[in-house]
């Protein structure tokens, strides 16, 4: 994605701060007394991680945390100095740079462990730790009958003074069904591995569980600290129940290039996919699957431009789409700006994308790429 610079961007994605800012408050607020970790991990799910984790932590945010020791590395070099933990690496990872940024490193296996600590030897400096124990999601994190040798590896370590245990911490697999009962056994494996660890005298300074489901639908999932990522963004991570009084934070949006007459009986676009049923107007956007516009929508999603929604006709190519204003009452002009997806009143929603996609909004606020400028507006906190 380009940067925010650039000026009279044809396609664009507006990230509104104060939106941010009143989501982490919120966020803040079922928290209780736990504290609040934000997850900027993709670039802060493609609003921008830099501007995100600022934002953020002015908002009463405690702690960031992203995927890899680069996302990571990257925070520290725009100045950001709170706690950091990235927990998805491979073991041949950076892990020096890591260390040398005090950045909090996520430990899914022993041989993860020990790579660590030959990183910290390496450069004289103690390594901070956290590890990622597996309580049934089966993808990162440290197995059941592996997890007693990384203890006593963890052990010796900490007795030599090479790494430091900060946290112990694990994924949900239901959390977005508050009251799926495999919560309950994943609290319990939780809280086991946490005992486990005490028994070799390893004291976690912190633990955490709740993803933005959990600390919104199930505090007694809180523990120390939750972890909300895809709340912090504006998008309910339940789905069919209440936002919560979140706001979405990304605006996607673009502006017409050209606005003309169609004939009735006139195709449009690729493979004249849609005829004119009667004299009409359109109105072409620039943006297309090169911008993170999913073909797969052609011809059944809508945008939002003068005053109403306007329906796609004919096939989404690869930089741009048309849509259908009619006889063009509101007196569209090529400038005027189509909002693809945001929160405002009337507009479609990540989420509207999502149903058609048969996926979650999640990968909808991750799909504006290429030649989609990011700009910011609202204040940070």
């Known amino acids: 994605m380009a940067g925010s610079l650039a000026v009279n961007a044809q396609v664009e994605t507006v990230i509104d701060l104060e939106a941010i ?86 430990v899914p296996s022993e041989d993860h462990l020990r790579a660590v600590a030959a990183a910290a030897r390496g450069i004289r400096r103690t390594a901070i730790v956290t590890l990622k124990v597996d ?77 933005s489901a959990a600390t919104l639908t199930r505090p007694d ?40 007459r169609v004939a009735a009986g006139e195709g449009v676009s690729y493979g004249h996919q849609w005829l004119a049923p009667r004299d009409t107007t359109v109105a072409l956007i620039p943006a297309g699957y090169a911008d993170g516009v999913f073909r797969t929508m052609s011809g059944r999603f809508e945008v939002w431009l003068g005053g109403a929604r306007r329906p796609n006709i004919g096939r989404v190519c690869m930089d741009q789409f048309v849509v259908d204003l009619g006889d063009n009452a509101a007196g569209v002009v090529e400038g005027d700006t189509a909002v693809l997806f945001g929160g405002g009143a009337g507009e479609p929603g990540a989420q509207d994308w999502a149903d058609l996609l048969d996926t979650i909004h999640y990968e909808v606020v991750c799909a504006p790429k290429g030649r989609v400028v990011r700009r910011y507006v609202g204040e940070p906190a």
């Open 21 to 106: 800012a009143h989501n982490v408050r919120i966020l803040r607020a079922h928290a209780g007394d736990a504290a609040v970790m934000v997850v900027l991990k993709a670039d802060g799910y493609n609003h921008g991680a830099v501007e995100v984790a600022r934002t953020a932590l002015a908002a009463g945010a405690a702690e960031l945390g992203v995927t890899t020791v680069a996302e990571a590395v990257r925070l520290r070099a725009a100045g950001i100095t709170a706690p950091i933990l990235c927990w998805l690496n491979n073991s041949d990872a950076d892990y020096a740079a890591a260390v040398a940024a005090d950045i909090e490193i996520g």
């Open 135 to 211: 309580t049934g999601l089966n993808r990162n994190g440290i197995a059941p009958d592996e997890y007693p040798r990384v203890l006593a590896t963890l052990r010796s370590l900490v007795d030599e003074g090479v790494v430091r245990l900060r946290a112990i911490f694990s994924h949900l697999a239901h959390a977005d069904e508050p009251e799926h009962p495999f919560l309950d056994v994943q609290r319990d494996r939780f809280i086991e591995a946490i005992a486990a660890a005490k028994e070799y005298g390893l004291e976690p300074e912190l633990t955490h569980l709740a993803n």
């Open 221 to 260: 999932l809180a523990f120390d600290m939750v972890r909300p990522g895809i709340a912090v963004y504006g998008l309910s991570p339940v789905p069919g129940l209440p936002d919560f009084g979140l706001r979405p934070a990304m605006t996607f949006q673009a502006r017409v290039a050209l606005v003309k």
